[in-house]
């Protein structure tokens, strides 16, 4: 914690130094301050309260958050991971360390960052622009790699996030396939989601889904029975008897 309290001190001071500080801006940076120092806490209402001041601070608390990722404590490198993409789409700034954090040796960050990295790769796509596009292109391996994590948690996380971006992640759909072997039955409903999210190449992802619905997991067949539902409002597709 005395890294980060260090990483703080140096960040508001260059802030200081480098830019004409106005009373409002004076206030600003101590929220800031403030608010990242309680994601560190053990309690979750703690966590939640300081997620959503910073939320209404917005993008100026996208930096700091950014270096929290390479903080000692787990729980606030795992919480700022969480906080990024509640920001909104300026958060697309953070796609690079959030890639990073999917190799973070603690499983929690690992999977946090999945999550966050789906979140803003929507975000992004919604609000495209040629820079955004990149970087979200960019954190397609990674999750792909990330399907092969050694946590359950942390790959199901990480088809969830490929879901989140849609057509983008169609490069993925043959991983995901593969990966529907999986003898984990919450596994095989994210990934089942997530081909149904990513809608391409219709063949492929009609044919799965159409597999999973023999699933012995009434999740799956649930979940793939829901998808095959909406691509077949969305695209016309006819769904098999």
């Known amino acids: 914690m005395l890294k980060f309290q260090k990483l703080l001190r140096n960040f508001f001071l260059k802030d200081v130094v480098t830019k004409k500080t106005s ?36 993008t100026s608390a996208v930096p700091i958050l950014i270096e929290a ?32 954090a999917l190799s973070d040796k603690q499983a929690s960050v690992r999977q946090q960052a999945a999550f966050s990295l789906g979140l803003i790769g929507a975000l992004t796509n919604i609000q495209s622009s040629n820079t955004n596009d990149t970087l979200v292109k960019q954190m397609l391996p990674a999750l792909v790699s990330t399907l092969d994590d050694e946590s359950i948690a942390v790959r199901s996380n990480a088809a969830s996030a490929l879901g989140m971006l849609g057509e983008i992640a169609v490069d993925a759909v043959p991983v995901l396939v593969e990966a529907l072997d999986s003898p984990d039955s919450n596994f095989r409903a994210d990934i089942v989601a997530a081909l149904g999210l990513i809608g391409e190449p219709k063949n492929m992802v009609i044919s799965k ?10 999740d799956v067949r649930q979940c793939a029975n829901f998808h095959l539902e909406r691509l077949s409002a969305i695209n016309s597709v006819v769904i098999p008897p």
């Not at 697309?92 to 360390?97: G, L, S, V």
Request: glycine share 2%; no cysteine; charged share 25%.
């Open 69 to 100: 990722l390479e903080q000692d404590s787990v729980q606030l490198r795992s919480n700022s991971a969480r906080a990024l993409p509640v920001l909104g789409a300026s958060s697309y700034q953070a796609i690079p360390a959030l890639v990073q």
């Open 209 to 218: 889904l159409t597999e999973s619905l023999n699933d012995e997991s009434p």
């Open 23 to 58: 009373p409002d801006r004076k206030r600003k940076i101590k929220q800031i301050q403030t608010q990242v120092k309680r994601l560190d806490s053990v309690q979750p209402d703690e966590v939640n309260n300081a997620i959503q001041e910073l939320r209404q601070i917005g």
